[in-house]
């Protein structure tokens, strides 16, 4: 019998994944205040990495330190920042065989802010721990309680993408096997091509394509400084929910034009860009968007959203909705998924040698 799909093999870029599910990048507001991570990373990832999927991605990552969503928010912008990660994957490495990437960031607008558990509310930017938000426009997210963000000029522009290309540089020293760029959830990158958060005048706003301009500006300066055998993709919203915004025609247009930049893959999400989104949300509310961009493009396209039973995930899979699942919140409920995804569907997982003997009788060819 034939393995299901959703543990075929999958190539993103040069890179081979052995089976289709992807741990998603998720924010963990647990670094040391100065965008370095910290045991809780060596714990979480490590946890992560022994899971069985395909490929681990690191949560958004700032490309400088106004970059953060919050001041706990991982960064890879310092030489701190880089040594902070050198034991986390090495012990990774050590144990687990799993490919590894890291999602880039910036977050634009919505930076500044107090941890999830601590309100999550935009930090003033004379408070302690807050600073002064940059954007495309000087438009907040939350107009009536929230420090508007300096509109970027053609020096700040010059500077968030000599991050992006900073950050990229210090992610293939760190050996990463892959690169995503976050271009969704309302954060910078997003932030240019919704007209909802970008009316800029100049040559950056307006027309889409000129909304396109600085998003595909950052990836084609990160591609050109990483080794051609390490895939970049970017993850992106397909829609924001909300009258006037970015939508899925949009997002087509720049799948398309990302895949003629040379982009490995694309990573379907969708929403965060305004509080007036009014999403329709239930079990695979996002794949139809995962759909209609693998329709339009080449390069394989993952789907994400309340993806969470194992026939769930192998049906979008074999049916060519999308290449491959990315999960989040189920993970961190079930840090095994990709094992018991495997079992129920009579497929294979890798598992450590130190956990060989907690395979159960009745699926003794789980482990292979």
């Not at 799993?98 to 930017?125: D, E, F, N, T, Y």
Request: glycine letters at 10%; a negative charge; one cysteine or more.
């Amino acid at each position: 019998m034939p393995s299901p799909a959703l543990f075929q093999p999958l190539k993103l870029g040069e890179l081979t994944l052995p089976n289709r599910i992807v741990v998603a990048p998720m924010c963990q507001y647990s670094a040391d205040g100065e965008g370095s991570a910290t045991d809780w990373h060596m714990i979480h990832l490590g946890n992560l990495a022994l899971s069985g999927a395909g490929l681990l991605i690191l949560e958004a990552s700032a490309v400088t330190a106004d970059g953060r969503i919050s001041p706990d928010d991982l960064g890879l912008y310092s030489d701190a920042n880089q040594a902070a990660l050198v034991p986390v994957l090495a012990t990774i490495r050590r144990w687990s065989p799993m490919p590894v990437g890291v999602q880039l960031a910036h977050a634009g607008r919505k930076a500044s802010c107090a941890a999830p558990w601590a309100g999550g509310k935009q930090i003033a930017p004379d408070a302690a721990g807050g600073w002064q938000t940059v954007a495309p426009s000087a438009l907040a997210f939350q107009p009536d309680t929230e420090q508007p963000p300096l509109a970027l000029d053609a020096a700040g522009l010059a500077r968030i993408r000599d991050g992006f290309v900073a950050a990229a540089k210090r992610a293939v020293a760190l050996g990463f096997d892959l690169i995503e760029l976050h271009g969704a959830h309302g954060y910078l990158l997003h932030e240019f091509l919704s007209p909802l958060s970008n009316v800029r005048e100049d040559e950056y706003g307006g027309s889409p394509e000129n909304r396109l301009r600085f998003p595909l500006e950052v990836f084609d300066a990160v591609r050109a400084v990483v080794p051609a055998g390490v895939p970049v993709g970017v993850r992106v919203s397909a829609t924001d929910w909300a009258d006037g915004g970015w939508d899925i025609d949009g997002t087509v247009a720049f799948a398309q034009a990302l895949e003629a930049c040379g982009c490995a893959y694309i990573h379907v999400s969708s929403a965060g860009l305004t509080p007036e989104q009014k999403i329709a949300v239930g079990p695979n509310y996002q794949v139809p968007f995962a759909r209609a961009v693998r329709t339009a493009v080449g390069i394989p396209v993952i789907a994400v959203g309340l993806i969470t039973e194992y026939e769930q995930a192998e049906a979008i899979v074999s049916t060519g909705d999308a290449d491959a699942v990315a999960l989040a919140r189920a993970m961190l409920f079930d840090p095994r998924w990709p094992w018991h995804a495997a079992a129920h569907l009579g497929a294979q997982v890798h598992a450590p040698n130190q956990y060989l003997r907690s395979q159960p009788r009745r699926f003794k060819d789980l482990f292979g």
